[in-house]
T-cell receptor, first 109, second 114 residues
Framework: DVKVTQSSRYLVKRTGEKVFLECVQD?????MFWYRQDPGLGLRLIYF???????EKGDIPEGYSVSREKKERFSLILESASTNQTSMYLC????????FGQGTRLTVV | AQSVTQLDSQVPVFEEAPVELRCNYS??????LFWYVQYPNQGLQLLLK??????LVESINGFEAEFNKSQTSFHLRKPSVHISDTAEYFC????????????FGRGTSLIVHP
């Protein structure tokens, strides 16, 4: 069974903290994505990656960075968390369809 | 760039009634089309997809969608819904031969009442 695993289901962080969200896939996909999901706004693309050490900005990259040191792992970094980054974060890997992780619900207080 | 419009943010329906969730897209090139379902506190799961061939595609749990190129639509239908179909449904599009980056609609919340 194919799998995309996000390291945490729920996180609570303080404003100003550096936050790492980890995502691992076991399908040997080259394409990986980070989305955030907010009510009424659907999924918005933060960053994506076509290959190791390669990254591209999505629609809302401000306040975020990413790291892809290995093909199976794609990390999302909030350099200095703010309350407006409270959201559901979804990682996906993609061939001709997207496979999603379970999501990380992040609350910044 | 492509875009997706889901015309209804919420669709309430009674159990065993038929339902249609509407999706329209815009793109200047050929596309792949998808419907994903999200149950509460979970990630998205693929429900069905159109890549090529027959314009009518079906899922294993009774949903179907038809690709209509002239109307740029990919509406999702089910003839008789169940309580367990209550979920958020997302339509998505990606361009063929390109980066495959999917663009998602804002989602439609299907609420099935007993």
């Amino acid at each position: 069974d194919v799998k995309v695993t996000q390291s945490s289901r729920y996180l609570v962080k303080r404003t100003g903290e550096k936050v790492f969200l980890e995502c691992v896939q076991d399908m040997d996909h080259e394409n990986m994505f980070w989305y955030r999901q907010d009510p009424g706004l659907g999924l918005r693309l933060i960053y994506f990656s076509y290959d190791v050490k390669m990254k591209e900005k999505g629609d809302i990259p401000e306040g975020y960075s990413v790291s892809r040191e290995k093909k199976e792992r794609f990390s999302l970094i909030l350099e200095s968390a703010s309350t407006n980054q409270t959201s559901m974060y979804l990682c996906a890997s993609f061939s001709t369809e997207a496979f999603f992780g379970q999501g990380t619900r992040l609350t910044v207080v | 760039a492509q875009s997706v419009t889901q015309l209804d943010s919420q669709v309430p329906v009674f159990e065993e009634a038929p339902v249609e969730l509407r999706c329209n897209y815009s793109s200047s090139v050929s596309v792949y089309l998808f419907w994903y379902v999200q149950y509460p506190n979970q990630g998205l799961q693929l429900l069905l997809k159109y890549l090529s061939g027959s314009t009518l595609v079906e899922s294993i749990n009774g949903f179907e969608a038809e690709f209509n190129k002239s109307q740029t639509s990919f509406h999702l239908r089910k003839p008789s819904v169940h309580i367990s179909d209550t979920a958020e449904y997302f339509c998505a599009v990606s361009v063929t031969g390109g980066s495959y980056i999917p663009t998602f609609g804002r989602g439609t919340s299907l609420i099935v009442h007993p």
